[in-house]
């Protein structure tokens, strides 16, 4: 593919695919996998990794109260709100190389390009690399972007992980600082514009050959815990028709959330992930089974009806299994729109540099949508080979990564000379 060469600055695409690759080598894996959780030693090796990075940048780095790394350059007007860029560099177990490292990264090189072209921004510059997106041993996730809004439930340092770790104590191992969480949270006037560049995770963009995606909406989703009560009895004398297997139900409930999404159309995604079978012996019919079951849609009725046909389901499958079934909802992230000005603005950085785009839903949650509480935000995709991601095989191409952080710069530029709209 042809890029055209404007005049505004490049990327140093060399120096960019080696930092995704040092950042990648920090919790390998055999196997090609990166296991660097939030607050463990490899996050808090990948932190100062980054640090160093921002450093190198000229950016003045600092660790706010929520644990989110953050690299500031300052801008040429006196006030004005920040143009932040961001991501998360933690992963979870035996996950990639790309996922939320290249965003942080390529905010970092834009930033020292910048530096190095000698271009003063009118707005201030901050790149942050947001503390726990995916929730390590049984955390919130997206905690340092709830900081970060302003928006931590109340008590949230003094939940206990799933070790009984108390998040007050992880958030110290990382330079956080439970007692003054509220000093992390940004006020809207501060933020001109959230962008958030980051891999596919999905393969839409690799089946149209398009190198660039501009997000539309992020998909919002809920967790729904699911348990099943029978009664446990003899397998080798309890006879099939007087059974309450507890397992039966499940059985029926996975295959039910899966229709609510392939056949019936409820939702975009429906999965049951987690089944945990008590008592768990090969010679006892079960008596209880719990279930992890996910909603994800870019609609939040869609999420509503999806909860509303699983009580449905719930409900027969109990009549016909003679089971009890329990549906409680839990944690949610709304969807959220990324803001239709950034889009546009993306959709031209792109046109630009000779790029062609694809506009598309982000299937995948991002701190974007819990930042876009107080700013507007957009995202920038690049493709995901074989949408593989979370995964030892995610891959995007040197090419991809250096184009999206051209996209990227290009729509910094453009966005730092668009007068602000007071919010």
Avoid at 19 to 28: F, K, N, R, S, Y
Avoid at 122 to 143: I, K, Q, R, S, Y
Avoid at 237 to 260: C, F, K, N, Q, S
């Amino acid at each position: 593919m042809t890029v055209l060469q404007g005049t505004r600055p490049r990327v140093n695409a060399g120096r960019l695919v080696e930092q995704v690759a040092g950042l990648g080598a920090i919790g390998a894996v055999p196997g090609g996998g990166v296991t660097r959780l939030a607050f463990t030693p490899g996050d808090v090796e990948g932190r100062a990794y980054v640090a160093r990075l921002m450093e190198e940048a000229a950016l003045a780095v600092r660790i706010d109260a929520a644990g989110n790394l953050i690299g500031h350059r300052p801008g040429a007007v006196p006030g004005a709100p920040a143009l932040v860029l961001g991501s998360h560099i933690d992963t979870v177990p035996d996950g990639g190389a790309y996922d939320g490292a290249y965003g942080v990264l390529a905010g970092v090189e834009v930033a020292r390009t910048l530096h190095e072209e000698g271009v003063r921004l009118n707005h201030p510059l901050a790149v942050v690399a947001f503390c726990d997106e995916e929730g390590a041993h049984g955390t919130m996730g997206m905690l340092g972007s709830h900081g970060f809004a302003g928006v931590l439930p109340p008590g949230a340092a003094r939940v206990l992980d799933d070790r009984g770790i108390p998040v007050a104590d992880l958030l110290a191992a990382v330079g956080g600082d439970a007692e003054r969480l509220a000093e992390a949270a940004w006020s809207p006037r501060d933020i001109a514009a959230y962008l958030e560049l980051h891999i596919e995770q999905g393969a839409v963009l690799e089946r149209l050959g398009v190198p660039i995606g501009v997000v539309e909406t992020i998909t919002g989703r809920v967790n729904v815990s699911v348990t099943v009560d029978g009664v446990a009895g003899h397998a080798g004398t309890t006879p099939m028709e007087h059974r309450a297997d507890a397992l039966d139900g499940a059985a029926r409930l996975v295959l039910a959330v899966r229709a609510i999404a392939a056949d019936e159309r409820v939702v975009l995604r429906a999965t049951t992930g987690t089944c945990a079978v008590e008592p768990g012996m090969w010679n006892v019919v079960p008596g209880r089974v719990r279930l992890g079951v996910e909603f994800r849609d870019t609609s939040a009725g869609a999420l509503e009806a999806a909860l509303a046909r699983l009580a449905e389901a719930a409900a027969e499958v109990a009549g016909a299994t003679g089971t009890r079934v329990t549906v409680v909802p839990g944690a949610r992230t709304s969807p959220v729109d990324c803001d239709a000005d950034l889009r546009e603005l993306i959709a031209r950085a792109s046109a630009e540099q000779g790029l062609p785009y694809h506009r598309l839903p982000s299937g995948a949650g991002h701190d974007a949508q819990i930042v876009a509480r107080i700013a507007p935000v957009g995202m920038i995709f690049v493709p995901s080979r074989d949408g593989v991601s979370h995964a030892p095989g995610e891959y995007t191409a040197p090419e991809h990564l250096a184009w999206g952080a051209d996209v990227l710069l290009t729509a910094v530029l453009m966005r730092d000379a668009t007068p602000d709209i007071k919010r």
